[in-house]
C-alpha cells in the first residue's frame, strides 16, 4: 500500500473541501453587505402581498427621519439588487430611511409599467414606513433611473403631494413614442421594449393609446407643476445611441414641467438626438457643478421654475449622488433650493436596462 499516494489524496481531498467551503461562503456572505430587508406589504388595491426592501435607522424609532424611495429598472423586479443598493447606501450615509418597492416587477405585464397596481404599491409601501416608524411627512423623496426614472415621474404626477422632490435619470416619459423609438434600426435601440409594452398595454398604440398614455408620466406632469414638486432631470447625451432612451425623453419631461417660455424646441430635441451634442442657438446656462467633472462634463443645464435638466457627456446613466444633494435640499411646502456644495464628489452610474 502506498502511504504517500493515500496521504497526498486526502491532503488534496481536504483542500478541495476547503476550496468548496470558502468559495461558498464568499458567495453566501456577499448578501450580508446588503443590509435591507425584504418584507412583504399587502396591496391596498388587490389584496395581494408584494415584495418590498426596506432599512430604517434606530433612530427612527423616536427622531423623525427622511424617506428615500429607490426604484428598480425598466426590465428588472426586486431581485435586481444594484440600484436599490446605491440608494440605500446613501440613505444610510445621512441617516435617512429607505425603501425599495418591487412596483409589480418587469415592465411586460399589464400589472407593471406604470399601472394603477404599479403606482398604488409604492404609496403603499410608503404609508406601511410611515405607520412602523417615524418619518418626516415633508421629506419623503424618490429617484430612480430608466425604468425608475419613468415611474419616479409618473409618481410625481399621480401623487403630487406624497413626495417633497424626484431625481429622474434618463426616464422614459411618453410610452408611444419610445414603442416607435425602439422599433427604429438605430444603436442602442432594441424591439424588446416594444414587445414589452405591448404586453403591459395589450397591443400596440394605435390599438391602445389610452392605455400608453395612462402610463405616460407626460399625461400627468401638469398635476406635479400645479404642485410645484421639485424635479431634477438628467441623461447622458448619447443614450438612444449607447443607450435605450433617447434623450428627447428626459427634455420633454422638463418641457411639461418648466415655466412658460423655456421650453426646448422640438426641433433643437431633434437636432440633439441627432447629432449628440448641442446646436447653435440653444444657450446653456453657466455651471459650476462639483458633481460633475472633466470627464463627465455637464453639456446642456437649464432650471426654470421647480425643474433642471442636466445633459452630461455619458450614456444611459444617472448621478445618484447629485440626485441626492438636490433632494437633501426640498422641503414638502417650501421654495425649491438650487444650491450647489463647494465641494462633492459625483459619480454617473450605468443603469440596467
Known sequence: MNFR?????????????????????????????WDATLIQVKSS???????????????????????????????????QMNHYQTVQREAKRRGWAFVGPNFRGKNSTPAGCGSDLAVQDIEDAVEHVKRSYKIDADRVYIIGGSGGGHMTLLML?????????????????????????SLLKHPGRGKGYAKMMEKACGGIPSEKAEEYAKRSPLTWLAAAKAAKTPAYIATGIHDGWTGSVPVGHAIR??????EKGAEISE???????????????????????PFYDAKRRIHFRRTSGNVRITLFEGGHGGNFPAGFDFL?????????????PQRASGKVEALSR
Not at 419631461?253 to 418648466?258: I, R, S, T, V, W
Not at 437633501?328 to 450647489?340: K, Y
Open 45 to 79: 388595491a388587490d389584496g395581494t402581498m408584494q415584495s418590498c426592501w426596506y432599512w430604517v435607522p434606530e433612530k427612527a424609532s423616536k427622531t423623525a427621519v427622511p424617506l428615500i424611495v429607490g426604484l428598480h429598472t425598466w426590465s428588472a423586479d426586486y431581485s
Open 157 to 181: 404626477g399621480k401623487k403630487p403631494g406624497l413626495f417633497a422632490a424626484g431625481s429622474a435619470f434618463c426616464p422614459i416619459t411618453d410610452l408611444a413614442r419610445w414603442h416607435a423609438d
Open 267 to 289: 426641433e433643437h430635441i431633434a437636432a440633439i438626438e441627432e447629432n449628440r451634442s448641442i446646436p447653435a442657438g440653444l444657450e446653456s446656462e453657466k455651471v459650476d457643478d
Open 328 to 340: 437633501s435640499r426640498q422641503r414638502r411646502g417650501a421654495p425649491v433650493d438650487w444650491g450647489l
Open 5 to 33: 499516494l493515500i496521504a497526498a489524496a486526502v491532503f488534496a481531498g481536504v483542500l478541495g473541501v476547503e476550496c468548496m467551503a470558502q468559495k461558498t461562503k464568499k458567495k453566501s456572505s456577499e448578501p450580508q453587505k
Open 253 to 258: 419631461g422638463f418641457n411639461a414641467l418648466c
